[in-house]
């Protein structure tokens, strides 16, 4: 019978002794003159292997290159000095795939080199400890946005990424050549997962958004994945609650089940608490800001100082500084709000204009032709409830998590204004 393959997180105390198959990468090789050392490893671990004197492999193990794939078979045994406590004594070994001289390192010292040769080699380099923890704990924040989401009666909703009209303002958009007609790349799923809230009542969606954004920082990405939520009845505190509670489900799910992740970047989190403060209570907390000024990053900084390890949400916005869907309060503030947490903005909502009066009025007011959302604007004429939403920011939330200080670290590929490869 065909002998099963190992997995190296598999190889325990009731491995002792018994025969296994391994694969994986040859992630080093040390040459001694009395014994050789293979190391390898798989998407489950490391394992230290070992080719004795007088076996075949003995001569070949210092001979493969560094990354190459290969085939091991052998017996686990116990050793106290390997990383793992156990070993496995090399009887076979096949090169399935021989690396070439690698342009970069895989080793973790290797991590020292420039981030944008890196990304360069972004296949390789996620192969380093780090790098993957990276993405493993991405995985596990939508994992667990969705796991929170379904179980509260949310249904995922897929919008298009092609659309006809600007949602989060028309100078950020990158145009599509569509048949005869102009489109765009989405900026969001705004109007979307409004149309589907004012029918399903509760909706979600992860989906990747594009902004043509010229400025190049550590936080801006002009590809980036936004994870959203739309509630109807609800309004901007209901929804600001729902992010309170869904990053403190993600944040504790990591916690748990991300532990050697966590370790290995040296990162000791915490489930957040939350802040309500209100635009004008914000900030008075700041100096050089004065009401009517959008938040700089120097001033999201300072406010997370003051509140570490705390969710700052941001409320009653003034008017001029909101997008046109997020619905007045009163003449002079919105019931939009921003949350802020470890030092940048990492989401915005905000209840929604439902009235299609009020939204025609809010449309012109920011230059925009409400002709172009004619079917926006109709979606709101039919029984429409008020509901509420936000998006947020995955690469910045794993940014958070992670520690990371630019935000290429938290997207596998990312897209700015220099990089459109790999
Ligand atoms: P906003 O434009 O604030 O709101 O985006 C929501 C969140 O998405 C993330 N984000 C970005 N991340 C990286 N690079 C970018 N260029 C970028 N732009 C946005 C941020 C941000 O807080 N439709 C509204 C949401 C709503 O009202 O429901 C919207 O898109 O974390």
């Not at 002792?16 to 489950?44: A, T």
Request: net charge positive; aromatic share 10%; charged share 30%.
């Amino acid at each position: 019978m065909k002998m099963q393959r190992t997995c190296i997180k598999d190889i325990d105390e009731k491995k002792d002794g018994k025969d296994v198959l391994l694969k994986g990468w040859v992630q080093d090789i040390r040459n001694l003159s009395s014994v050789k050392f293979l190391i390898l490893r798989d998407y489950s671990g490391v394992v230290q292997t070992v080719a004795k004197p007088k076996t075949k492999v003995f001569d070949a193990v210092p001979k493969i290159s560094i990354e190459s794939v290969v085939e091991i078979k052998g017996k686990v045994k116990k050793n106290k000095e390997a990383r793992k406590g156990y070993e496995v004594i090399i009887d076979d070994l096949k090169v399935l795939n021989e690396a070439e001289t690698l342009p970069i390192t895989v080793l973790e010292k290797g991590i020292n080199i420039g981030l944008s040769k890196r990304l360069d080699y972004r296949f390789l380099d996620m192969r380093k400890e780090k790098v993957r923890a990276v993405f493993r704990i991405q995985s596990e924040i939508i994992n667990a946005f969705r796991e929170f989401f379904t179980k509260n009666d949310f249904i995922e909703i897929q919008a298009p990424g092609i659309i006809s009209t600007a949602t989060e303002g028309g100078t950020d958009l990158f145009p599509v050549k569509y048949f005869e007609k102009n489109a765009y790349l989405a900026q969001s799923p705004q109007l979307y997962k409004q149309m589907a809230a004012i029918s399903l009542e509760r909706v979600f969606s992860t989906m990747p958004v594009w902004r043509a954004e010229k400025h190049n920082t550590v936080r801006h990405l002009n590809e980036s994945r936004q994870m959203d939520i739309e509630v109807a009845f609800a309004d901007e505190i209901d929804i600001m609650k729902w992010m309170e509670e869904v990053i403190q489900f993600i944040v504790k799910k990591v916690i748990e089940k991300c532990k050697d992740e966590l370790k290995a970047l040296n990162v000791n989190l915490k489930v957040p608490k939350a802040v309500y403060l209100t635009y004008e209570e914000a900030v008075k907390k700041l100096k050089g800001m004065k009401y009517g000024d959008d938040f700089e990053n120097e001033h999201e900084k300072k406010l997370c100082e003051m509140y570490p390890d705390t969710i700052i949400f941001i409320y009653e916005w003034p008017r001029s500084l909101k997008p046109f869907y997020i619905m007045p309060k009163d003449d002079k503030v919105t019931r939009g709000f921003d949350a802020l947490y470890k030092g940048m903005e990492i989401s915005s909502g905000g209840q929604r204009v439902h009235i299609p009066k009020i939204l025609e009025e809010q449309l012109r007011k920011q230059n925009l032709n409400p002709k172009d959302f004619e079917y926006y604007i109709s979606a709101f004429k039919y029984g429409a409830p008020k509901h509420s939403g936000w998006g947020l920011g995955l690469e910045r939330l794993t940014m958070c998590l992670c520690n990371l200080d630019n935000i290429r670290e938290a997207c596998m590929f990312p897209r700015d204004r220099d990089r459109l490869v790999p």
